[in-house]
C-alpha cells in the first residue's frame, strides 16, 4: 500500500500526523506545493484510507481519567463464536480504547482510563469479570506513559 506514496505524500502524513488542524496553505508552503495540489493529495490520502480520521487528542487529566489500565484477558475457551462474543461486549464498555488480539499467554490485551484505581476495581467487578467468555484477567496500572501514540516512522 504504501508504495503509492511519494515524497511529497509522505511529508504530508507526517505533518499532520504532528498537528492535524495544520491549515491547507501552511501544509502546502511545508511541502512545497500550490495549496489546490495539497488540497487534492490530502483528499485522495483520505479517500484511499491512508488518513482514517482527523480528531483532537484530550488530556487526560484535564477530563479526569488520569489513571491508565492495561488488561490481558484469557478467554476460557478459543473458538471464533467465543471471540466474537467477548469482542463485541467489549466494544460496548467506553472506558475501553483499545482492544487487540494478541498471540502469546493472553488472548486479548485491553487499554482502558479511568479516574484512579477505585474507579478501575467498580468497572472490573461490574463489567470486565462479566465480559462473555473470561477466565482470567491480569491488570497492570501504568505508572508512567514513556511513548504514547507516537506517530507513525513513515
Excluded: W
Excluded at 25 to 35: F, G, M
Excluded at 103 to 121: P, Q
Excluded at 127 to 153: C, E, G, H, W, Y
Aim: proline share 3%; charged share 25%; net charge positive.
Amino acid at each position: 500500500m504504501a508504495d503509492g506514496l511519494d515524497k511529497i505524500d509522505r511529508k504530508i502524513l507526517r505533518l499532520l500526523q504532528a498537528d492535524g488542524r495544520m491549515a491547507n496553505a501552511d501544509l502546502a508552503q511545508t511541502v512545497n506545493v500550490s495549496a489546490a495540489t495539497c488540497h487534492r493529495r490530502t483528499q485522495r490520502l483520505v479517500e484511499a484510507g491512508y488518513i482514517r480520521t482527523v480528531r483532537a487528542v484530550l488530556d487526560p487529566d484535564k477530563v479526569d481519567l488520569g489513571a491508565l489500565v492495561v488488561v490481558g484477558v484469557v478467554l476460557d475457551r478459543s473458538t471464533p463464536e467465543s471471540f466474537a462474543a467477548f469482542e463485541r461486549a467489549a466494544r460496548e464498555i467506553p472506558a475501553i480504547l483499545d482492544c487487540h488480539l494478541v498471540a502469546g499467554d493472553f488472548d486479548y490485551f485491553l487499554k482502558i482510563r479511568v479516574r484512579d484505581m477505585a474507579d478501575f476495581n467498580r468497572l472490573h467487578a461490574a463489567k470486565l469479570i462479566a465480559l462473555p467468555s473470561v477466565r482470567q484477567t491480569r491488570t497492570f496500572f501504568v505508572m508512567k506513559n514513556v511513548i504514547d501514540n507516537a506517530p507513525f516512522d513513515i
